[in-house]
């Protein structure tokens, strides 16, 4: 991979040097000219002799004139100390004067792009046998880094200029100097006393191997014309460090197969690995902070220490001298070598070679870019899954991700496959689909056809469902459900009105309606009187949700039959479920659901017939699929199919719904930039902050990791406490960003409540899995509060005997009441107490419980829930939040909202955000501006009708609405049945869907049946008239024999042998 950050250029440029050069002093030779083995006895100095690359910096490869003389660089020359820390300063290197180019102001001198590659590649030539095959390696790393280097260059290498109104780019020349380093050295957080400062502290242990290479390209440009320009940095972006990665890796694994290495791409396709060194080697060399933290720890604690309550220097001195405790070989700064192989013996490992000779077959071009091809469109489905909208840039990516595996030639290779990319589309769920390509705020962006045309039919269906009448009450089923309500709409006015308001919408609209809700708006107790009034009317009323727990919610709005959503589409798809005209489908947090499941139910909608009431607020959450179905129905419903519910009654004082309120986003304005959009939000969540600050309901919680979360864990208690005494019933909830924080947090409450007493002693310790693949050893003990991985029913003890029961779904907590080796007995929140077996438990695959530890949720489990006190802990620091996420965490609470920020992760975010160099404090406001951007971060879905710039129609439909409303009100004016003739002409629509060939093959059949029924009547008549005949003229009155001409007894006796066996009984 490679990663960028910026460099100051704010004075600080020995300080860079000095970081770079890892604190050592500058080569004393030009090892490319002067190459003596007198001295050399390993490590970096023997790769320095056999690759003639000064691991300590050397500038790139084929510098241009026109850049070295306008940066004073003399390429003939080691980098000196002098020169890196004026050019690190936007000064010449040999003058130390500013750069030309007065007329900008430079505070940024250069980026730091910084290549890697797998651990497998490190690991190969650190413990390669021979120095000489040491080197062959780092050679490989140095030439995939220099072209990697050279392809970055001719994107950022081009100088912006402007004159008299008029912009335009001139391409120029670049340099940077590269310096190899071999170690990733652990850093700690350590605080200063249990109340002190936190910062990230490089730790005196031996760090892990993990070869990279610091390019720091001089942010300069020199153009042909002579102008001296800045770097296009609008082109160094997350997306392009991908692509420059991607292709890194695709040179080095050019290199490595031309080296006759045994590789082979890693499971996500986007790096080259080296086949021949274990996994269990890898993740030894992956863990050194990790260890160092816990070898501290387990030190302090045997010599009867405190962690939390020592000072940074106590710290510092016991991480040293448990490392020293813990190696045979002693610590001193520069034997990390030696303590690595000491490792590998510990775990069997003792490695020889890579150099297999291994062969790999020659493709020519068409066969390289086709499976290059194959495997960027994969990756690129994968995106568009998501995304509706993605760079352009991400089709080079994927293009330089397929080269890896397919082998890469030249750097034009990566534009030929993006080009095939591009022309020939790829598949999506079984579908081929082109694609769509605009500029879009100054980038190039793509969409695909498929998402337009979803986008576009969804917007239509919920447009023209919107307006038809079916699905709604009367005026007076509904009043009378409200009055049985009970209701009290009075009690606040103004949220009294608007929830009145809200109901009648989703009471009086047709086919379709949407109520926005705020969080804790009251949007179950609105549904009630509603539910109430479709039952009256003999409606069946289904719930349903992304998440069974927020689907089996809606039950207490009286909506008895709920369903998760994707199993409901199932069961519609199957026609297992079939929703007719007396039906209404209600879907709560519909911001989760995406515009192509929107589509999946309108389409059944028009099949169906059935009503659709939608409840949700954009603001809380988005879906995880591509799309927002939500903002496409803003756009297209009417205002009568559109209600909002904008105040909330959940938090009790009023500075608490003002709090909650400022997370709130009021929306994306399409007037605002994505800048102008983001300070505002940024603004408002400061705003929230700064007042809990002032309530001390937010804090910034020093130290490392566990520190962070058992300080959590103990408030999570002390609230929790507290609320039991005071005779709360709703107590208090925990949630967090990640699944990671989820068990963290849980694992340290379970382990105060069992210190407490209140948890078991005795205890089992199941192999678990949880929903993400993770694996773990869950601890059951009597009293544990667990979670649910799915949907789980138990043996309920019954009047009628044991019967299976629902016991909770996705995300619910039970408490653990006892087991056997049947089962284990759980209770859920409502007071249910079942036995559920092993085996119902167990994960398909791996056989490990689909159990986890409960205590805490993530915050999209914690959307819908509501309880006296909420904690939204951010134990890793904020990086992982939205304004949506955040919005969630902080409006669970009726009481109060405590929000627990990791300070060392806040600090170590800023400082990473600054450019490198920076020597400004960063204070404590500081790390509250960081924590409101990211906690007012909005990043919204976009369309792929706006790239487009597609009409949704809603003006013609509006339009042909309001003509088809003047229509009906005409009809009834003159007494007719509004829609009379268009039902019957949808009734009688699927004869006219015969085709004519059909009809005239039926009309054939009749005709020859009409025919052949006809003449056995005729004959049949004829055989009963004979004897009335007879009968009438008597003996004497027997007319004559037919004469022979006119006699046909063949013909008669064919008739009379068509005569159906019942007519000739007759």
């Not at 690759?51 to 000196?80: C, E, F, H, Q, S």
């Amino acid at each position: 991979m490679i990663t960028y950050r910026k460099l100051t250029a704010a004075g600080a440029g020995k300080l860079i040097v000095a970081y770079l050069r890892e604190h050592q002093l500058e080569p004393g030779k030009d090892v490319r000219f002067e190459r003596d083995r007198s001295d050399v006895e390993s490590g970096d100095r023997l790769n320095t002799y056999y690759t003639g690359r000064d691991g300590k910096g050397a500038w790139g490869p084929n510098l241009g004139t026109r850049i070295t003389d306008a940066l004073g660089i003399d390429v003939g020359k080691i980098p000196t100390d002098e020169a890196l820390a004026r050019l690190f300063e936007c000064k010449r290197a040999d003058t130390g004067a500013e750069w030309a180019g007065a007329h900008a102001t430079r505070t940024i001198s250069g980026f730091d792009f910084t290549a890697s590659p797998d651990k497998s590649v490190t690991l190969a030539a650190e413990f390669a046998a021979t120095k000489a095959e040491q080197a062959l390696i780092w050679l490989a790393i140095h030439k995939a880094n220099d072209r990697a280097m050279a392809f970055i260059a001719k994107e950022v290498g081009v100088a912006r200029r402007g004159k008299g109104g008029m912009s335009y780019v001139e391409a120029g020349e670049v340099a940077w100097v590269s310096f190899r380093h071999y170690t990733a050295r652990p850093a700690m957080k350590i605080q200063d006393g249990p109340n002190g400062a936190t910062a990230a502290v490089e730790i005196p242990v031996p760090g892990d191997p993990q070869a990279h290479i610091h390019n720091i390209m001089l942010n300069a440009v020199a153009t042909e014309s002579g102008h001296l320009g800045s770097l296009d940095s609008a082109r160094i972006t997350k997306t392009t460090s991908f692509m420059f990665g991607a292709y890194f890796q695709a040179e080095l694994a050019r290199e490595l197969r031309g080296l006759g290495i045994q590789v082979s791409v890693d499971k996500k396709g986007r790096a080259i690995v080296i086949d021949g060194i274990p996994q269990e080697a890898k993740e030894l060399f992956s863990k050194r902070n990790k260890q160092a933290s816990q070898m501290a720890k387990a030190y302090a604690k045997r010599q009867g220490l405190d962690w939390n309550e020592m000072s940074a220097a106590q710290k510092f001195s016991i991480l040293h001298t448990a490392n020293l405790a813990y190696r045979s070989k002693k610590y001193d700064g520069s034997n990390d070598r030696e303590i690595w192989r000491e490792q590998a013996t510990e775990i069997g490992w003792h490695h020889e070679t890579v150099l297999t000779d291994a062969a790999y077959g020659e493709r020519s071009d068409a066969q390289r870019f086709d499976m290059a091809y194959g495997i960027a469109a994969d990756l690129l489905a994968k995106e568009f899954a998501t995304a509706a909208v993605i760079d352009r840039d991400a089709f080079r990516t994927h293009a330089a991700h397929g080269l890896i595996a397919a082998g890469i030639r030249e750097p034009e290779d990566v534009e030929r496959v993006a080009d095939l990319i591009e022309a020939r589309g790829i598949q999506i769920d079984g579908k081929h689909v082109a694609f769509i390509k605009e500029e879009q705020e100054g980038r190039v962006r793509v969409a695909t056809t498929e998402q337009l045309r979803v986008e576009k039919e969804m917007a239509r269906l919920a447009a023209v469902s919107s307006r038809t009448r079916a699905g709604a009450l009367s005026e007076a089923a509904l009043a009378a459900a409200i009055e049985r309500s009970g209701l009290d709409f009075d009690r606040e006015p103004e949220h009294g009105r608007a929830q009145l308001a809200a109901i009648r919408c989703l009471g009086l609209a047709g086919g379709l309606a949407f109520l926005t809700g705020v969080a804790g708006a009251g949007k179950t107790t609105l549904l009630r009187p509603l539910v109430d009034a479709w039952h009256s009317d003999g409606r069946r009323v289904v719930g349903t949700a992304i998440a069974w727990r927020q689907a089996e919610a809606l039950k207490d709005a009286g909506i008895t039959e709920c369903y998760a959503l994707s199993p409901l589409l199932k069961r519609m798809a199957s026609g297992e479920l079939v929703l007719g005209k007396d039906s209404v489908l209600v879907i709560d947090e519909v911001s989760q659901v995406s515009p192509r499941q929107h589509l999946q139910l309108l389409e059944f909608q028009q099949e169906q017939g059935f009503a659709l009431r939608m409840l949700g607020d954009r603001e809380q959450g988005q879906a995880i699929e591509a799309g927002d179905g939500v903002e496409l129905m803003m756009r297209v419903l009417p205002a009568e199919a559109r209600a909002e519910l904008l105040s909330t009654v959940r938090q009790k004082s009023a500075r608490g719904r003002e709090i909650a309120g400022h997370f709130r986003s009021s929306g994306r304005d399409l007037s605002k930039t994505e800048d102008e959009q983001r300070q505002a939000d940024t603004a408002r969540a400061r705003a929230a902050i700064d007042m809990k600050r002032e309530d001390g309901t937010i804090r910034l919680v020093g130290g490392d990791h566990d520190q962070v979360v058992a300080h959590i864990a103990d408030l999570y208690l002390r609230r929790r406490d507290i609320l039991i005494q005071a005779g709360m019933t709703r107590g208090i909830t925990m949630s967090a960003p990640t699944n990671e924080d989820v068990m963290d947090l849980s694992r340290a409450v379970r382990e105060r409540l069992r210190a407490r007493g209140e948890i078991g002693r005795e205890e089992i310790v199941r192999a678990a899995i949880d929903q993400r693949g993770e694996i773990y050893d869950l601890p059951i003990s009597v009293g544990d509060r667990l979670r649910l991985f799915s949907r789980t029913h138990a043996q309920v003890a019954t009047h009628r005997g044991a019967r299976w029961r629902e016991l909770g779904s996705n995300g619910d907590f039970v408490t653990v009441k006892g087991w056997s080796d049947e089962g284990i007995v759980l209770e859920n929140a409502k007071g249910r107490v079942g036995l559920v077996p092993w085996s119902r438990l167990a994960d398909k695959e791996s056989g490990r419980l689909r159990l986890g530890f409960g205590h805490a949720m993530t915050h999209d489990s914690a959307q819908g829930i509501t309880s006296d006190e909420h904690v939204n802990a951010m134990p890793r620091g904020s990086a992982g939040v939205t304004g949506f996420t955040t919005y969630v965490g902080e409006s669970r609470h009726v009481y109060a909202c405590w929000t627990v920020v990791a300070e060392g992760a806040l600090r170590e975010a800023e400082t990473w955000a600054r450019p490198l160099g920076d020597i400004r404090p960063i204070t404590t406001e500081d790390l509250y501006t960081r924590l409101a951007a990211d906690m007012g971060r909005h990043p919204y879905k976009s369309l792929a009708v706006d790239l487009a710039k597609a009409d949704l129609a809603a003006d013609e439909q509006t339009a042909r609405w309001i003509r088809q409303s003047h229509e009906n009100e005409r009809a009834q004016q003159r007494g007719q049945e509004p829609g009379r003739q268009i039902r019957r002409e949808i009734d009688e629509r699927p004869v006219h869907g015969i085709k004519p060939e059909q009809w005239d093959d039926v009309s054939r059949k009749l005709r020859k049946a009409g025919f052949a029924t006809q003449a056995a009547l005729d004959a049949a008549r004829r055989l009963n008239e004979r004897p009335l005949r007879s009968a009438h003229r008597g003996p004497n009155n027997a007319p004559p024999p037919p004469s022979p001409a006119h006699s046909h007894p063949d013909r008669d006796r064919g008739a009379a042998s068509r005569v159906p066996s019942a007519d000739r009984d007759l």
